[in-house]
T-cell receptor, first 113, second 109 residues
Framework: DGGITQSPKYLFRKEGQNVTLSCEQNLNHDAMYWYRQDPGQGLRLIYYSQIVNDFQKGDIAEGYSVSREKKESFPLTVTSAQKNPTAFYLCASSIAGEYNEQFFGPGTRLTVL | GQNIDQPTEMTATEGAIVQINCTYQTSGFNGLFWYQQHAGEAPTFLSYNVLDGLEEKGRFSSFLSRSKGYSYLLLKELQMKDSASYLC??????????WGAGTKLIIKP
């Protein structure tokens, strides 16, 4: 079955620690995205990548970093520079091109204590 | 700036019909998506409109008027499992998705 996996589902970290969220897809999609979702707000784009070894900042990239070394994988690191990291993080992928239906992973809920 | 407006919350009765509106002001338009998101879960695709008019898919229909910057999602024969948030998203001129905050739909028996 094709899909997107994110792990873990829940993650707890102490303030000041970096943490990496995993995102893997086997849909053969070129484009991948990271969003953050806070209560009562829409999805906000953190980073996106249209092709391997290339990625662009979204609206709220400060305090985050990504890599895209493989087509299937797009890990997100939440650094200690991110002032308010507690949130629900969603990874998505889509085919490249004009029709941009995005398929989402199950999400990771990060809580920084 | 770019803006998408949806009602924050709506309540409807099981078996009834509900219409969720979405208005948008974006830099360009290349289509509008509706997604359903149950609490704590990932959004799932419901519909895509790029031309004016109504698209029907089972109990769900989506309407678009590009001249008015307006769309709605119509849900018929409501079931308890339809309790969820409904997200409107517009594909702008750069083919980036701009998301609304979502409408939380509460279904009562």
């Amino acid at each position: 079955d094709g899909g997107i996996t994110q792990s873990p589902k829940y993650l707890f970290r102490k303030e000041g620690q970096n943490v990496t969220l995993s995102c893997e897809q086997n849909l053969n999609h070129d484009a991948m995205y990271w969003y953050r979702q806070d209560p009562g707000q829409g999805l906000r784009l953190i980073y996106y990548s249209q092709i391997v070894n290339d990625f662009q900042k979204g609206d709220i990239a400060e305090g985050y970093s990504v890599s895209r070394e493989k087509k299937e994988s797009f890990p997100l690191t939440v650094t200690s520079a991110q002032k308010n990291p507690t949130a629900f993080y969603l990874c998505a992928s889509s085919i490249a091109g004009e029709y941009n239906e995005q398929f989402f992973g199950p999400g990771t809920r990060l809580t920084v204590l | 700036g770019q803006n998408i407006d949806q009602p924050t919350e709506m309540t409807a009765t099981e078996g009834a019909i509900v219409q969720i509106n979405c208005t948008y002001q974006t830099s360009g338009f290349n289509g509008l998506f509706w997604y359903q998101q149950h609490a704590g879960e990932a959004p799932t695709f419901l519909s895509y409109n790029v031309l004016d008019g109504l698209e029907e898919k089972g109990r769900f229909s989506s309407f678009l008027s590009r001249s008015k910057g307006y769309s709605y999602l119509l849900l018929k024969e409501l079931q308890m499992k339809d309790s969820a948030s409904y997200l409107c998203a517009v594909l702008d001129s750069n083919y980036q998705l701009i998301w609304g905050a979502g409408t939380k739909l509460i279904i009562k028996p």
